[in-house]
């Protein structure tokens, strides 16, 4: 199996350089990473991919820059999570390769439609553990539950998953075996 970290930010956005963090990423146990904000090459045995963070309110709004070269040049193209439409339009955009930050939304905005739309499009939700990690008290219990959530839509309707650490240094990144134990927490598990 293939590990690959799906969203680590470093130098400018974080403070650790790409050659860095994908050595240690390979150091780590990943095959992969992917960069947001940073071009993508292979480096130190590792493979980095490109991807980029679309934020919008509708689907005409994701279409448009899904179409800009910047975007054309990514490999993976995120779209940050909305309320339940947008989300819903969002999975259904044939160039999104993922629906991320569902742990902001509101708890239900992404429903069993939008879970049957991204099983049938290979649409990926990606679930972030920089929330499990840097939040505390009520903030983290939510997205561990929006997390069990999620799960249970991805037993039933089989839809792909990405897991990120969101790391920008080094220091946040974590390793294959401690992102097993972050997602137990939520019931992943396997």
């Known amino acids: 199996m293939k590990a690959t970290d799906a969203s680590v ?40 991919l490109r991807g980029i963070v679309i934020s919008a ?14 975007a054309r040049g990514a490999d993976v193209i995120f779209v940050n999570a909305g309320d339940i439409p947008f989300n819903r339009a969002a999975v259904s955009v044939r160039e ?9 939304a509101r708890r239900n905005a992404f429903d069993h439609v939008a879970a049957r739309s991204a099983a049938e499009r290979g649409t990926a939700v990606d679930i972030s553990l920089l929330p499990i990690i840097q939040y505390r ?18 037993r039933r309707y089989d839809f ?8 920008r240094s080094i220091l946040e990144q974590r390793s294959v ?14």
Do not use: W
């Open 177 to 190: 075996r401690e992102i097993q134990g972050l997602c137990a927490l939520f019931g992943m598990t396997g």
């Open 57 to 70: 309110t509708s689907q005409k709004e994701i279409i448009r820059q899904v179409r800009k070269p910047a």
């Open 160 to 167: 792909p998953l990405m897991i990120s650490s969101g790391a």
């Open 9 to 48: 930010c470093p130098y400018p956005a974080g403070d650790s350089t790409l050659a860095r963090m994908a050595l240690e990423a390979a150091e780590l146990g990943f095959d992969s990473i992917v960069t947001i904000g940073e071009g993508g090459s292979r480096s130190c045995e590792i493979e980095v």
């Open 96 to 104: 999104v390769h993922a629906i991320r930050n569902i742990h902001a």
């Open 137 to 154: 008290g009520i903030r983290r219990q939510r997205a561990l539950q929006q997390y069990a959530d999620l799960l249970t839509l991805k």
